[in-house]
């Protein structure tokens, strides 16, 4: 059974390709993927069957080998911090709260200040699993 790695999969376009280990691309419809798998990162090991399809090489009934640990979810802060981080950040967007009960909104420098630290803690906590 051929294995390779995954080049890139888009679930929304339900298909990717997988690039084999000896370096030839193999086109992965979503139908292939297994039961319960809706979508695959990039560089996760797999191995697969392939067909003849349409415009060339298929994979078909492929099964993950190991998946690539998510480097997001190894580099967020320990809770203890991120719990420093969130009081730190409630008390800014209470005071941007006092600014708007004021009937003005915030400088544009402390909008752009509070808007980054709104990203960057939302993705700390947007980390699939």
Known sequence: MPSGKIRWFDAKKGYGFITGDDGSDVFLPSAALPAGVTTLRKGAKVEFSVIDGRKGPQAMGVTVA?????????????PDDMAAIVEDLIKLLD??????RRHRYPSSA????LATLLRAVADN???QD
């Open 66 to 78: 190991a998946a690539l640990p998510s480097m997001v979810k190894a580099s967020r802060p320990k």
């Open 95 to 100: 005071s941007a709260g006092g600014t708007l």
């Open 110 to 113: 402390e909008s752009k200040k």
């Open 125 to 127: 906590f947007d980390v």
